[in-house]
């Protein structure tokens, strides 16, 4: 699917961020800006010198291999066969992937969400490796800190049952982990203002505009391009009544899935199925995709939360309807 990406040039950031002599050291100098994403560009220059061929074929990889997982974390959570491989497919061949696999700077993205949903399944194992979990959640953080969030869904799945009780130490062991995210995306030059959109207002209007723009290409991907320069004044524009429908919807959908997932916890996967993709969601609304707005590489984690949602989803839907059907035919003693 993605094999013609390997006769990629460069391109766009790809040139800042990758030399004649390797990739380039961005950020302090005593650690580099995303350094997870560093050390990967330098173990392709290592490989293949400056051959994009080696860049490009890397992320080919990566994207196999957050696929793969995508199917694991399916099963994980209760997915029938068939559904948890046609998540695997969905998050594999939905457009709004491109940019992240094709594109050599997305890296970050395609580094985190392994490393994320890596730590996702060694949390919830029949044996949690809890450690390991927290190891990679924070290689996470390193290649880009929207992997935060990974954290908040290691508790969450706690919370739904899913992985190990959370006693005084593992509520320790997630706040230690959540602390040293934040303090290594500050080392490395992660930081950003308070509100996104530059105002309280300004957020607002960057939000609206973000989740209907995520919304509609989640549901129906035409349209995608490399830049949206519609979106680039987001927080200074008030949307158009349709987009602020449909922005506010989005919102208040992913809102209710995220009180009814921690109000709820004891419904299991499903609780965490709802939980996941909305804290993606409105972190990619509300401060990720300030960035660039509407960067198609911001909705990369997105798409494998919702793929593994949706299969976990259809199968406790099924799962249920033989349950209905055998009580419905059970014959009342007579009176």
Wanted: glycine share 10%; no cysteine; aromatic share 8%.
């Amino acid at each position: 699917m993605y094999g013609r990406a390997a006769r990629f040039d460069f391109v766009f950031d790809d040139h800042s961020l990758i030399g004649p002599d390797g990739p380039r050291w961005l950020g302090p100098e005593w650690i580099p800006y995303r350094p997870l994403r560093y050390l990967s560009l330098w173990l392709d220059h290592a490989i293949g010198g400056g051959s994009p061929a080696v860049y490009h074929a890397t992320n080919i990889a990566l994207h196999a291999a957050a696929a793969a997982l995508v199917v694991l974390a399916a099963r994980r959570f209760g997915a029938r066969r068939g559904l948890a491989a046609a998540a695997g497919v969905l998050f594999a061949a939905h457009p709004l992937a491109i940019e992240a696999v094709a594109y050599v700077a997305g890296r970050r993205d395609l580094l985190a969400l392994v490393f994320g949903l890596g730590a996702l399944l060694a949390w919830t194992a029949d044996r949690p490796r809890t450690r390991l979990a927290l190891f990679l959640a924070i290689g996470s953080v390193a290649a880009k800190e929207s992997g935060a969030v990974t954290i908040l869904v290691l508790a969450a799945a706690s919370r739904a049952g899913l992985g190990p009780r959370l006693d005084r130490g593992r509520l320790a062991s997630l706040a230690t982990a959540a602390v040293a995210a934040g303090l290594l995306a500050i080392a490395y030059g992660a930081t950003g203002p308070l509100w996104p959109g530059g105002t309280l207002g300004g957020t607002v209007s960057m939000a609206l505009h973000l989740s209907a723009h995520y919304g509609r290409h989640l549901l129906w991907p035409a349209g995608l391009s490399v830049e949206y320069p519609a979106l680039a004044g987001a927080a200074l524009s008030w949307p158009g009544p349709i987009e602020t429908i449909t922005g506010a919807a989005s919102l208040l959908v992913a809102s209710w899935s995220l009180a009814w997932a921690l109000w709820r916890p004891r419904r299991g996967a499903l609780a965490l199925a709802l939980f996941w993709p909305a804290a993606v969601f409105l972190s990619v609304a509300l401060v990720i995709g300030a960035h660039e707005p509407g960067a198609d590489r911001h909705a990369y984690p997105l798409l494998a939360s919702m793929a593994v949602s949706i299969a976990v989803a259809a199968s406790t839907a099924l799962n249920a309807r033989p349950l209905k059907a055998r009580g419905a035919g059970v014959l009342q003693p007579a009176a």
